[in-house]
């Protein structure tokens, strides 16, 4: 039998229960993601506008004005910002990396809105999920709207009725609420796993040497069966090397009695 393209028992059952086990561990990881692998190969949803009961986990808009911060969480690091999207105010949900943007365009906004440019000449296209607002940064946007209702109506920023506000808020670089960053790291920890299943997989199909089995060593009988051919050729010589010895010592006594009959023959004469 080949001993190298087998695996021993135990050696297969671990492997089959490693394959097992990250198997499971991929799915579980891309199930937290909610799977977001396959909306990101397909692409966002392109929204023309956001208007209220737009939600989605995977969309994408081009927001052509921003008008100002209204509230900050985790620590400064997150910003809710008052955009507008077809007239009305909606709110953005800035991670760090887009306060730059958003401050020129702010800056920008209010120098067309007070007649000092002929309009806003760049926009901020963004990719992220859209939900609810929830309740505490809803009152936080009710109260800066009351704040600058008079500035916003004397700039013409909004309408002059009451249907002003989408309390919808687009959550930048994030698949639900879960952020990108997360995202990422998840699926790439889930692919990795999902490739050491497959390399598993591919070990229990093909057969590799892994172990040699102790108790049956490739080349040890051949190595006990020359020792012991080696050892009878010894005992053989011995053999012959004792008879030999036997047969002249006989030789000997056979001539010693005949030179003493010899003798007693001439002392008789």
């Given at each position: 039998?080949?001993?190298?393209?087998?695996?021993?028992?135990?050696?297969?059952?671990?492997?089959?229960?490693?394959?097992?086990?990250?198997?499971?561990?991929?799915?579980?990881?891309?199930?937290?993601?909610?799977?977001?692998?396959?909306?990101?190969?397909?692409?966002?949803?392109?929204?023309?506008?956001?208007?209220?009961?737009?939600?989605?986990?995977?969309?994408?808009?081009?927001?052509?004005?921003?008008?100002?911060?209204?509230?900050?969480?985790?620590?400064?690091?997150?910003?809710?910002?008052?955009?507008?999207?077809?007239?009305?105010?909606?709110?953005?949900?800035?991670?760090?990396?887009?306060?730059?943007?958003?401050e020129a365009m702010i800056e920008e906004t209010?120098?067309?809105?007070?007649?000092?440019?002929?309009?806003?000449?760049?926009?901020?296209?963004?990719?992220?999920?859209?939900?609810?607002?929830?309740?505490?940064?809803?009152?936080?946007?009710?109260?800066?709207?009351?704040?600058?209702?008079?500035?916003?109506?004397?700039?013409?920023?909004?309408?002059?009725?009451?249907?002003?506000?989408?309390?919808?808020?687009?959550?930048?670089?994030?698949?639900?609420d879960m952020s990108y960053v997360w995202v990422?790291?998840?699926?790439?920890?889930?692919?990795?796993?999902?490739?050491?299943?497959?390399?598993?997989?591919?070990?229990?199909?093909?057969?590799?040497?892994v172990k040699k089995p102790k108790d049956e060593?490739?080349?040890?009988?051949?190595?006990?069966?020359?020792?012991?051919?080696?050892?009878?050729?010894?005992?053989?010589?011995?053999?012959?090397?004792?008879?030999?010895?036997?047969?002249?010592?006989?030789?000997?006594?056979?001539?010693?009695?005949?030179?003493?009959?010899?003798?007693?023959?001439?002392?008789?004469?």
């Amino acid at each position: 039998m080949n001993m190298e393209n087998i695996i021993n028992n135990k050696m297969r059952r671990t492997i089959f229960i490693l394959m097992l086990a990250t198997l499971i561990a991929s799915i579980a990881l891309l199930s937290i993601t909610g799977f977001a692998f396959v909306d990101f190969i397909r692409g966002p949803v392109m929204l023309p506008s956001i208007s209220e009961g737009t939600s989605g986990k995977y969309m994408s808009v081009d927001v052509l004005a921003v008008v100002d911060y209204y509230a900050e969480a985790d620590g400064g690091s997150t910003r809710y910002t008052a955009a507008m999207s077809d007239g009305k105010i909606i709110t953005l949900i800035l991670p760090e990396r887009y306060f730059g943007s958003a401050e020129a365009m702010i800056e920008e906004t209010f120098a067309w809105l007070n007649a000092r440019s002929d309009g806003i000449s760049q926009y901020m296209r963004i990719t992220g999920s859209v939900g609810p607002l929830e309740s505490v940064a809803r009152a936080k946007l009710d109260e800066w709207f009351e704040d600058n209702l008079e500035d916003l109506l004397k700039n013409h920023v909004i309408p002059d009725d009451d249907d002003r506000i989408v309390y919808v808020a687009f959550k930048v670089d994030h698949y639900g609420d879960m952020s990108y960053v997360w995202v990422y790291t998840l699926t790439f920890l889930a692919t990795f796993l999902f490739a050491f299943a497959i390399v598993c997989c591919w070990i229990l199909v093909n057969g590799i040497i892994v172990k040699k089995p102790k108790d049956e060593p490739v080349g040890d009988g051949e190595d006990e069966e020359g020792d012991k051919d080696e050892e009878n050729d010894k005992d053989e010589e011995g053999d012959k090397d004792d008879k030999d010895g036997q047969g002249e010592e006989g030789n000997e006594e056979s001539d010693d009695a005949a030179g003493d009959a010899a003798d007693d023959a001439e002392s008789g004469e």
